[in-house]
């Protein structure tokens, strides 16, 4: 071949490389300036809202697409809230429980119908139906026929230790925050509730329905089913879902205790009028007291949205495929809201439900604390928002906000070139 065909084809390829990385530098450049408006709007909504600091998560199956932390981690100090920023998330903790459950299944340590009996010292048999067993399907549905009553609410929090309660409120009209004295061990403080006769048992401690009849959502029977899981892997579940969940996706900064993580990037949490709340912890830590980051978050939500895809890696595509498939017929529900698109109670899978509209995930609140975690089933998208400040009566402006927020990055999501 003549040196000036060879010098002819080096050109063109050349001049196609440069073209191509052009295009490239063009999209990236188009993407950024779509982001850099997107913060410029949901910072927007955070100064002229009630929300002290909120941070927010978009993602899909191939990776984190947006994360940011708008207002303040702590009033007083004017710190800033970001994705790094660290706070309990509430109820999406139990979708942790979920996971955990499959991948001790997968580890041939339990199966779904067994019943919950066969790991436990102590007696669950609710009253009313004797001769039916509850089983951990029914656990992780929801319709173990367990109940929350007002002494889960008024018990199961606990204020941590070697703290300074000046300026502060343990007073919360949703759940009392009780001194540490009260503090007890997990498995006591279910056994106590859940036995008849025990130190902590109420007559509607139980249903009236059977188990398996009924679907209510139940933190007592989401943190039992944690207790199983420890008993049927001999591990305890902080240890096993940290060895199993959080250290393969690289959650370093998440825990589930202060004494886990950085408390140094820890938010403040605020009551409805911005007092200051202390810090806190739980009895039943796995309903709801995962400490985590936005960022953290953004990789977990991620593996959700591949699990489902039949691409994740903390479980099989078997085992993703039984964790997400919708486990109730209408039934089981005394009502339920078809209108409502991001409503896990709609059609409860594992620990993580559908609602009526197409979306996938769980919500949470807590003390100063705000969470839904949601992906679209069909365009594999997924948005996190974790706040923290109480959400407030429905004619507060800070749930509007909070809409505002979600609403937003579901419009972006339009906007930003998603690689496929």
Same mark, same amino acid.
């Given at each position: 071949?003549?040196?000036?065909?060879?010098?002819?084809?080096?050109?063109?390829?050349?001049?196609?490389?440069?073209?191509?990385?052009?295009?490239?530098?063009?999209?990236?450049?188009?993407?950024?300036?779509?982001?850099?408006?997107?913060?410029?709007?949901?910072?927007?909504?955070?100064?002229?809202?009630?929300?002290?600091?909120?941070?927010?998560?978009?993602?899909?199956?191939?990776?984190?697409?947006?994360?940011?932390?708008?207002?303040?981690?702590?009033?007083?100090?004017?710190?800033?809230?970001?994705?790094?920023?660290?706070?309990?998330?509430?109820?999406?903790?139990?979708?942790?429980?979920?996971?955990?459950?499959?991948?001790?299944?997968?580890?041939?340590?339990?199966?779904?119908?067994?019943?919950?009996?066969?790991?436990?010292?102590?007696?669950?048999?609710?009253?009313?139906?004797?001769?039916?067993?509850?089983?951990?399907?029914?656990?992780?549905?929801?319709?173990?026929?367990?109940?929350?009553?007002?002494?889960?609410?008024?018990?199961?929090?606990?204020?941590?230790?070697?703290?300074?309660?000046?300026?502060?409120?343990?007073?919360?009209?949703?759940?009392?925050?009780?001194?540490?004295?009260?503090?007890?061990?997990?498995?006591?403080?279910?056994?106590?509730?859940?036995?008849?006769?025990?130190?902590?048992?109420?007559?509607?401690?139980?249903?009236?329905?059977?188990?398996?009849?009924?679907?209510?959502?139940?933190?007592?029977?989401?943190?039992?089913?944690?207790?199983?899981?420890?008993?049927?892997?001999?591990?305890?579940?902080?240890?096993?879902?940290?060895?199993?969940?959080?250290?393969?996706?690289?959650?370093?900064?998440?825990?589930?205790?202060?004494?886990?993580?950085?408390?140094?990037?820890?938010?403040?949490? *605020?009551?409805?009028?911005?007092?200051?709340?202390?810090?806190?912890?739980?009895?039943?830590?796995?309903?709801?007291?995962?400490?985590?980051?936005?960022?953290?978050?953004?990789?977990?939500?991620?593996?959700?949205?591949?699990?489902?895809?039949?691409?994740?890696?903390?479980?099989?595509?078997?085992? *993703?495929?039984?964790?997400?498939?919708?486990?109730?017929?209408?039934?089981?529900?005394?009502?339920?809201?078809?209108?409502?698109? *991001?409503?896990?109670?709609?059609?409860?899978?594992?620990?993580?439900?559908?609602?009526?509209?197409?979306?996938?995930?769980?919500?949470?609140?807590?003390?100063?604390?705000?969470?839904?975690? *949601?992906?679209?089933?069909?365009?594999?998208?997924?948005?996190?928002?974790?706040?923290?400040?109480?959400?407030?009566?429905?004619?507060?402006?800070?749930?509007?906000?909070?809409?505002?927020?979600?609403?937003?990055?579901?419009?972006?999501?339009?906007?930003?070139?998603?690689?496929?």
């Amino acid at each position: 071949m003549k040196k000036s065909t060879i010098a002819l084809l080096l050109s063109i390829a050349l001049c196609s490389c440069n073209q191509s990385k052009k295009q490239i530098d063009n999209s990236l450049s188009e993407n950024q300036n779509v982001l850099d408006s997107l913060t410029m709007e949901l910072d927007s909504i955070q100064r002229n809202g009630q929300i002290n600091g909120f941070a927010v998560a978009m993602v899909n199956q191939n990776g984190v697409l947006y994360e940011k932390g708008f207002g303040f981690s702590n009033r007083e100090t004017k710190e800033k809230y970001t994705e790094n920023t660290i706070q309990h998330i509430a109820s999406v903790s139990k979708t942790l429980i979920g996971i955990a459950l499959m991948k001790a299944k997968e580890m041939g340590k339990l199966n779904l119908d067994d019943p919950i009996q066969d790991y436990l010292a102590f007696k669950v048999i609710n009253p009313n139906y004797p001769d039916e067993t509850i089983t951990i399907r029914q656990l992780a549905t929801h319709t173990s026929s367990i109940n929350d009553t007002e002494q889960y609410m008024e018990r199961a929090w606990i204020l941590t230790k070697d703290q300074d309660l000046t300026n502060v409120s343990t007073a919360y009209p949703a759940q009392r925050l009780n001194p540490p004295k009260l503090d007890v061990p997990m498995e006591k403080y279910l056994n106590g509730y859940l036995e008849i006769n025990g130190a902590f048992y109420q007559d509607d401690n139980y249903l009236k329905f059977k188990p398996g009849e009924r679907y209510n959502y139940s933190n007592i029977g989401a943190t039992l089913c944690a207790l199983v899981i420890e008993k049927a892997t001999g591990q305890a579940f902080d240890s096993f879902t940290e060895e199993h969940i959080l250290k393969p996706l690289g959650m370093n900064s998440s825990g589930w205790s202060l004494e886990d993580v950085d408390i140094k990037k820890h938010s403040r949490l *605020y009551r409805n009028d911005n007092t200051l709340l202390p810090f806190y912890t739980a009895i039943t830590y796995p309903d709801g007291m995962l400490i985590s980051s936005s960022s953290d978050m953004a990789k977990y939500l991620s593996e959700l949205v591949k699990g489902y895809s039949g691409e994740g890696k903390l479980l099989s595509k078997e085992s *993703y495929k039984e964790l997400f498939t919708e486990q109730l017929e209408e039934q089981n529900f005394e009502s339920r809201n078809a209108d409502n698109p *991001y409503n896990g109670d709609y059609s409860p899978a594992l620990f993580i439900g559908h609602s009526a509209l197409g979306y996938i995930g769980h919500s949470g609140g807590d003390a100063g604390v705000g969470t839904w975690m *949601y992906f679209d089933k069909e365009k594999r998208t997924g948005r996190y928002i974790v706040i923290n400040t109480d959400m407030g009566n429905d004619e507060r402006a800070k749930e509007f906000e909070y809409y505002a927020v979600w609403d937003k990055m579901n419009e972006y999501f339009e906007k930003i070139n998603v690689e496929e």
